[in-house]
Protein backbone atom coordinates (compact mmCIF):
# COMPACT_ATOMS: atom_id res chain seq x y z
CA UNK A 1 0.00 0.00 0.00
CA UNK A 2 1.32 3.77 -1.20
CA UNK A 3 2.51 5.91 1.94
CA UNK A 4 -0.09 9.11 2.93
CA UNK A 5 1.95 11.12 1.61
CA UNK A 6 2.49 9.48 -1.77
CA UNK A 7 -1.80 9.12 -2.27
CA UNK A 8 -2.36 12.94 -1.35
CA UNK A 9 0.74 13.87 -3.80
CA UNK A 10 -0.97 11.79 -6.33
CA UNK A 11 -4.51 13.08 -5.47
CA UNK A 12 -3.00 16.94 -6.03
CA UNK A 13 -1.14 16.19 -9.69
CA UNK A 14 -4.71 14.37 -10.83
CA UNK A 15 -6.32 17.34 -10.58
CA UNK A 16 -3.49 19.49 -12.04
CA UNK A 17 -3.42 17.35 -14.80
CA UNK A 18 -6.83 17.40 -15.24
CA UNK A 19 -6.95 20.98 -16.07
CA UNK A 20 -4.01 21.01 -18.37
CA UNK A 21 -6.21 20.68 -20.88
CA UNK A 22 -7.51 23.38 -22.59
CA UNK A 23 -10.91 21.71 -23.20
CA UNK A 24 -11.28 20.87 -19.61
CA UNK A 25 -9.65 23.89 -18.68
CA UNK A 26 -12.91 25.40 -20.27
CA UNK A 27 -15.38 23.23 -18.60
CA UNK A 28 -13.94 24.19 -15.55
CA UNK A 29 -14.14 27.64 -16.17
CA UNK A 30 -17.87 27.56 -17.32
CA UNK A 31 -18.87 25.36 -13.90
CA UNK A 32 -16.94 27.86 -11.81
CA UNK A 33 -18.06 31.03 -13.21
CA UNK A 34 -21.70 30.08 -13.95
CA UNK A 35 -22.54 29.38 -10.49
CA UNK A 36 -25.18 27.05 -10.83
CA UNK A 37 -25.19 23.54 -12.18
CA UNK A 38 -25.26 22.56 -15.95
CA UNK A 39 -26.15 20.29 -18.21
CA UNK A 40 -23.89 18.72 -20.58
CA UNK A 41 -25.96 20.28 -23.54
CA UNK A 42 -25.72 23.30 -22.15
CA UNK A 43 -22.05 22.88 -22.09
CA UNK A 44 -21.79 21.07 -25.26
CA UNK A 45 -23.52 24.33 -27.28
CA UNK A 46 -21.31 26.58 -25.44
CA UNK A 47 -18.18 25.27 -26.25
CA UNK A 48 -19.34 23.84 -29.94
CA UNK A 49 -17.75 20.31 -29.38
CA UNK A 50 -19.43 17.13 -29.37
CA UNK A 51 -21.67 15.63 -26.69
CA UNK A 52 -18.95 12.65 -26.62
CA UNK A 53 -16.07 14.99 -25.83
CA UNK A 54 -17.74 17.13 -23.27
CA UNK A 55 -18.70 13.60 -21.45
CA UNK A 56 -15.60 12.28 -21.79
CA UNK A 57 -13.72 15.41 -20.52
CA UNK A 58 -15.95 15.45 -17.40
CA UNK A 59 -15.48 12.15 -16.27
CA UNK A 60 -11.59 12.68 -16.14
CA UNK A 61 -12.60 15.63 -14.13
CA UNK A 62 -15.18 14.10 -12.18
CA UNK A 63 -12.50 10.91 -11.29
CA UNK A 64 -9.89 13.74 -10.25
CA UNK A 65 -12.21 15.17 -7.90
CA UNK A 66 -13.20 18.52 -9.81
CA UNK A 67 -16.80 17.94 -10.67
CA UNK A 68 -19.64 16.61 -9.17
CA UNK A 69 -22.64 14.88 -11.02
CA UNK A 70 -26.32 15.43 -10.00
CA UNK A 71 -28.96 13.07 -11.63
CA UNK A 72 -32.60 14.31 -12.33
CA UNK A 73 -34.29 11.81 -14.44
CA UNK A 74 -32.75 11.72 -17.69
CA UNK A 75 -31.06 15.06 -17.43
CA UNK A 76 -27.47 15.16 -15.52
CA UNK A 77 -26.02 18.43 -14.18
CA UNK A 78 -22.34 18.90 -13.38
CA UNK A 79 -20.56 21.46 -10.90
CA UNK A 80 -17.25 22.15 -10.09
CA UNK A 81 -16.36 21.41 -6.66
CA UNK A 82 -15.20 23.74 -4.34
CA UNK A 83 -15.07 22.73 -0.48
CA UNK A 84 -11.71 22.05 0.85
CA UNK A 85 -8.59 24.45 0.89
CA UNK A 86 -6.99 23.07 -2.08
CA UNK A 87 -10.38 22.91 -4.41
CA UNK A 88 -10.90 26.17 -3.23
CA UNK A 89 -7.67 27.78 -4.20
CA UNK A 90 -8.24 26.42 -7.65
CA UNK A 91 -11.38 27.89 -8.16
CA UNK A 92 -9.86 31.39 -7.12
CA UNK A 93 -6.96 30.24 -10.17
CA UNK A 94 -9.63 29.84 -12.51
CA UNK A 95 -11.63 32.50 -11.38
CA UNK A 96 -9.09 34.93 -11.27
CA UNK A 97 -8.08 33.84 -15.27
CA UNK A 98 -8.87 36.75 -17.67
CA UNK A 99 -12.10 36.81 -18.60
CA UNK A 100 -11.29 37.47 -22.07
CA UNK A 101 -10.14 34.30 -22.96
CA UNK A 102 -13.54 32.93 -22.41
CA UNK A 103 -15.57 35.57 -23.93
CA UNK A 104 -16.86 33.47 -26.67
CA UNK A 105 -18.13 30.59 -24.17
CA UNK A 106 -19.36 33.06 -21.77
CA UNK A 107 -21.75 34.39 -24.82
CA UNK A 108 -22.84 31.04 -25.97
CA UNK A 109 -23.53 29.82 -22.54
CA UNK A 110 -25.80 33.44 -21.56
CA UNK A 111 -27.57 32.22 -25.01
CA UNK A 112 -28.47 28.62 -22.98
CA UNK A 113 -29.26 30.08 -20.15
CA UNK A 114 -31.74 31.96 -21.71
CA UNK A 115 -34.10 29.36 -23.15
CA UNK A 116 -34.28 27.60 -19.48
CA UNK A 117 -37.64 26.65 -18.18
CA UNK A 118 -38.10 27.99 -14.84
CA UNK A 119 -34.41 27.91 -14.34
CA UNK A 120 -34.24 24.25 -15.80
CA UNK A 121 -32.48 23.07 -18.66
CA UNK A 122 -35.34 21.05 -20.63
CA UNK A 123 -34.51 21.36 -24.40
CA UNK A 124 -31.18 19.27 -24.97
CA UNK A 125 -28.74 20.38 -27.69
CA UNK A 126 -29.84 23.22 -29.65
CA UNK A 127 -26.72 23.29 -31.88
CA UNK A 128 -28.02 20.04 -34.31
CA UNK A 129 -24.55 20.09 -35.92
CA UNK A 130 -22.91 18.91 -32.74
CA UNK A 131 -25.74 15.98 -32.09
CA UNK A 132 -24.25 12.54 -32.52
CA UNK A 133 -21.53 14.13 -34.12
CA UNK A 134 -18.11 12.71 -32.84
CA UNK A 135 -14.49 14.42 -32.99
CA UNK A 136 -12.91 14.90 -36.62
CA UNK A 137 -9.64 14.71 -35.33
CA UNK A 138 -9.70 11.56 -33.43
CA UNK A 139 -10.21 9.66 -37.17
Request: aromatic share 6%.
Amino acid sequence: MQPLKGRLMDKHTTAFKALSDKTRLRIAYLLSSSKTELCVCEIVDSLEIPQYNVSRHLKIMKKAGLASEVKAGKWVRYGIKSEGAFRGALLAALLALPAAIFREELRELKKRFSIRIKGKCLLGIQKKYLVGKKDERRK
